[in-house]
T-cell receptor, first 114, second 114 residues
Framework: AQSVTQLGSHVSVSEGALVLLRCNYSSSVPPYLFWYVQYPNQGLQLLLKYTSAATLVKGINGFEAEFKKSETSFHLTKPSAHMSDAAEYFCAVSDRQAGTALIFGKGTTLSVSS | NAGVTQTPKFQVLKTGQSMTLQCAQDMNHNSMYWYRQDPGMGLRLIYYSASEGTTDKGEVPNGYNVSRLNKREFSLRLESAAPSQTSVYFC?????????????FGDGTRLSIL
């Protein structure tokens, strides 16, 4: 069965610092991977997706993620954190057994301090 | 520019009561989904509808029923609410079947069962 694991339920950075949110996947076939962001009291918004066209994927708001098959990872990064980046971030993989439904990680809350 | 609209936004029920959560999308998407979000658990799939006229169970379907009323609308019903169903419920849609299709989320329904 496919799954994703997000390492660290909470990450704290200073404004201007590098953001690194970790995601590892488990899949016996090439996966389709996504990162979503959730701001307080809102739904999830797509940041970026990996669909095998390129291993480095650029998303919205300056975020990017690199697919590393050898490490089964899809970590999310941003060179310089902004206060507005504070939110919860979810890594997800397409569930091949449930149409196009997504299997989500448990989420990582990003806090940004000034 | 509504996207996915969920009603109501908040609801408090007593154990044993029933209610229906409504979801409508205006993007002409074929596939729709219901997830629940619980602290530290990420999002888990309850039911999905790959296309109009079809519905299938997800990871946590017990205690719920769904209806794909037409292409736009996908409702979730709790027949006899239980405290364990206290959660935030999200409806999502995607354009078509396909593992690389991103999902668009509503803002959620916050449901408390007393």
């Amino acid at each position: 069965a496919q799954s994703v694991t997000q390492l660290g339920s909470h990450v704290s950075v200073s404004e201007g610092a590098l953001v690194l949110l970790r995601c590892n996947y488990s899949s016996s076939v090439p996966p389709y991977l996504f990162w979503y962001v959730q701001y307080p009291n809102q739904g999830l918004q797509l940041l970026l997706k990996y669909t095998s066209a390129a291993t480095l994927v650029k998303g919205i708001n300056g975020f990017e993620a690199e697919f590393k098959k050898s490490e089964t990872s899809f970590h999310l990064t941003k060179p310089s954190a902004h206060m507005s980046d504070a939110a919860e971030y979810f890594c997800a993989v397409s569930d091949r057994q449930a149409g196009t439904a997504l299997i989500f990680g448990k989420g990582t809350t990003l806090s940004v301090s000034s | 520019n509504a996207g996915v609209t969920q009603t109501p936004k908040f609801q408090v029920l007593k154990t044993g009561q029933s209610m229906t959560l409504q979801c409508a999308q205006d993007m002409n998407h074929n596939s729709m989904y219901w997830y629940r979000q619980d602290p530290g658990m990420g999002l888990r799939l309850i039911y999905y509808s790959a296309s109009e006229g079809t519905t299938d169970k997800g990871e946590v379907p017990n205690g719920y029923n769904v209806s794909r009323l037409n292409k736009r609308e996908f409702s979730l019903r709790l027949e006899s609410a239980a405290p364990s169903q206290t959660s935030v419920y999200f409806c999502a849609s995607s354009e078509q079947t396909g593992l690389n299709q991103p999902q668009h989320f509503g803002d959620g329904t916050r449901l408390s069962i007393l």
